[in-house]
């Protein structure tokens, strides 16, 4: 039956969900990017317009977009898709404005102690061809964080323009640096830096198994915030959820390349009406060849409770965890790993990749086991502040010494014996302290 999932039935057969769980990193990719990578690092631009040519079929004039075409694109896609945008960047700069950020500083006996906390100066945003919706998922957690120059790389078109309506998602938050380039070339220029692409600090933002790739092989020489790759949605479902929101919200996230479904329920009568819907709907989608060949990957599990299903979802740690059953918050303090949760039939992952607020990049292939969905503390660095008294020196200096030369370290241990003998450091008094924590 076109369309349908392959069934397992229970944690006991569902072995081949978590085997088929490798990351990003085939053989066969990775010669390919490293390639690349190391192209755009001996050649600069003339690599990224022979790249593009290659892999996106278009001989680019210039890398950057161009002032002019701003304005244009902006005459170009309708007042209300502008105004949705805004609706969108607006809800994820509320959501990240109450994300906590402050440094802090706490007196310790005469001293003090705290953290401060800075922004990543220069970031490298990475949008997959046509997702503006990505470029304000990426771009709004750090302008809140205080990034200061944010430089966009996103793919061109078959025209060899950038989508006009990344261009207008850009000039809504003020953004001018785009470059028409894609895939692990874009990553690679990112990290270096060619004549015509300063290198970023950092690059954030989704892509496909060579974007990927390439962010896990150039990070050390530039920050990466983690490795964000084709999107999995699982659904779990009890007998009160409705067969058509289930197999809506599977096809939802079948629709992007590459993608992964998976749906784990308790309740054999809906994964059989599931299964028939998901036919049934895909049938009308002008996605379908993508989202047939996503479902072809994709699993349906039946398990004999919710928490068995809870389990299958913590193995598997999804990028999306929706939760279609009858209480989604008693399902969710059994919830260990995933890259965001969806509570409630009328909270679907689509709404989530649009305008809910949280940013929709979210970590994929299992990573969820130990990174977070794109937040404001990606784009920021915290960095420590140790202004000890003469008086806690008195009291953790010799046990500091003593560690030192436990570890056969003289030089360390001499270092604070030297200030433990004369009377008083003489710091001068700490009174511009407070200004310190500037934002
Ligand atoms: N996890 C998340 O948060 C999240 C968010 C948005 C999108 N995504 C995922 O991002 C992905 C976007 O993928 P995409 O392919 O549409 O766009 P993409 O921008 O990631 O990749 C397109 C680029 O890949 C390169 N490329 C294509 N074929 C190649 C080849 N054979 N060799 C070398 N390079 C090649 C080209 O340069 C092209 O510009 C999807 O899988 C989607 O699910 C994930
Ligand atoms: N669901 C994708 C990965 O989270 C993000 C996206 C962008 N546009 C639509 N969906
Ligand atoms: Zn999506």
Redesign the pocket.
């Given at each position: 039956m076109m369309g349908a999932m392959r069934v397992l039935h229970g944690l006991g057969e569902a072995a081949p969900l978590f085997a088929a769980r490798q990351g990003p990193d085939s053989a066969a990719h990775e010669e390919a990017v490293r390639a690349i990578l190391a192209r755009v690092r001996a050649e600069g631009d003339a690599a990224l317009f022979d790249l593009t040519e290659r892999f996106d079929g278009v001989r680019l004039g210039a890398l950057q977009v161009p002032e002019a075409a701003f304005a244009a694109a902006e005459r170009e896609v309708p007042a209300a898709l502008q105004d949705a945008m805004r609706l969108s960047a607006a809800r994820i700069r509320a959501f990240y404005e109450r994300q906590p950020q402050e440094g802090f500083l706490y007196p310790a006996e005469g001293g003090l102690l705290g953290q401060l906390v800075r922004p990543v100066t220069r970031v490298g945003v990475y949008a997959p061809a046509a997702l503006f919706s990505t470029l304000l998922m990426c771009a709004v957690p750090a302008q809140v964080a205080g990034v200061r120059e944010i430089a966009v790389a996103t793919p061109p078109r078959g025209d060899g323009r950038v989508a006009p309506e990344i261009l207008v998602a850009a000039r809504l938050l003020g953004l001018t640096e785009v470059y028409a380039v894609g895939g692990a070339q874009a990553i690679g220029a990112l990290a270096y830096g060619t004549e015509s692409v300063p290198r970023v600090d950092k690059i954030v933002g989704p892509g496909n198994a060579y974007v990927v790739l390439a962010k896990r092989l150039v990070f050390g020489e530039v920050g990466i915030e983690a490795l964000p790759g084709p999107?999995e949605t699982l659904v779990l479902a009890d007998e009160s959820a409705e067969a058509h929101h289930v197999a809506a919200d599977l096809l939802?996230?079948a629709e992007?390349a590459g993608a992964q479904p998976v749906f784990v329920t308790t309740s054999e009568a809906l994964l059989e009406a599931v299964q028939l819907e998901l036919t049934r709907q895909l049938v009308t989608l002008p996605t379908r060849e993508v989202a047939a060949a996503s479902l072809g990957r994709g699993y349906a599990v039946l398990v004999g409770t919710l928490e068995e299903g809870v389990e299958v979802a913590n193995r598997y740690a999804p990028e999306h965890l929706c939760l279609l059953v009858r209480d989604p918050w008693a399902v969710l303090p059994a919830v260990e790993h995933a890259g965001g949760v969806f509570l409630g039939a009328s909270s679907m992952?689509?709404l989530g990749?649009y305008a809910a607020g949280p940013s929709?990049v979210m970590p994929t292939g299992a990573t969820a086991r130990f990174s977070s969905a794109l937040n404001v503390r990606d784009f920021q660095k915290v960095i420590p502040l140790v202004n000890v008294s003469a008086e806690t020196l008195g009291r953790i200096g010799p046990a500091s010494a003593q560690m030192a030369r436990a570890e056969g370290l003289e030089a360390h241990a001499r270092a604070i014996e030297a200030r433990l003998k004369r009377d008083a450091p003489g710091d001068a008094p700490a009174t511009a302290a407070g200004a310190v924590l500037r934002d």
């Open positions: 999107t939802a996230q992007h992952e689509a990749d929709h």
